[in-house]
């Protein structure tokens, strides 16, 4: 059985810094990636990594801030966030993405103050 859980969620003041884990039981070797999602809006994609980790991919608002990368040892991808920004306030999700469908965490919090 596939789980996914984050971690590394919290309050840091604007120009801060954070960083995000999923540690992955079950599957592991597949594309990745992170996602944030506010109330009453869709949830957007923020960064993608390959199952090697030699590919990424960035949503603009946020690249040159954060970096996206994985551990294939000890299954586990993270989201390093830095220089954030009030409006990079969301629920964190990342995502394992086999061919058949993805399978989600249950979401991390992060506030930024401003």
């Known amino acids: 059985q596939v789980q996914l859980v984050e971690s590394g969620g919290g309050l840091v003041q604007a120009g801060g810094s954070l960083r995000l884990s999923c540690a992955v039981s079950?599957?592991?070797?597949?594309?990745m990636g992170w996602y944030r999602q506010a109330p009453g809006k869709e949830r957007e994609r923020v960064a993608t990594?390959?199952?090697?980790?030699?590919?990424?991919t960035y949503t603009n608002s946020v690249r040159g801030r954060f970096t996206i990368s994985r551990n294939n040892a000890n299954n586990t991808v993270y989201l390093q966030m830095n220089r954030l920004k009030a409006e990079d306030t969301d629920i964190y999700y990342c995502?394992?993405?086999?061919?058949?469908?993805?399978?989600w965490g249950q979401g991390t919090q992060v506030t930024v103050s401003s």
């Open positions: 995502k394992l993405d086999p061919p058949e469908g993805g399978f």
């Open positions: 079950g599957r592991f070797l597949y594309d």
């Open positions: 990594i390959s199952t090697k980790g030699d590919r990424t």
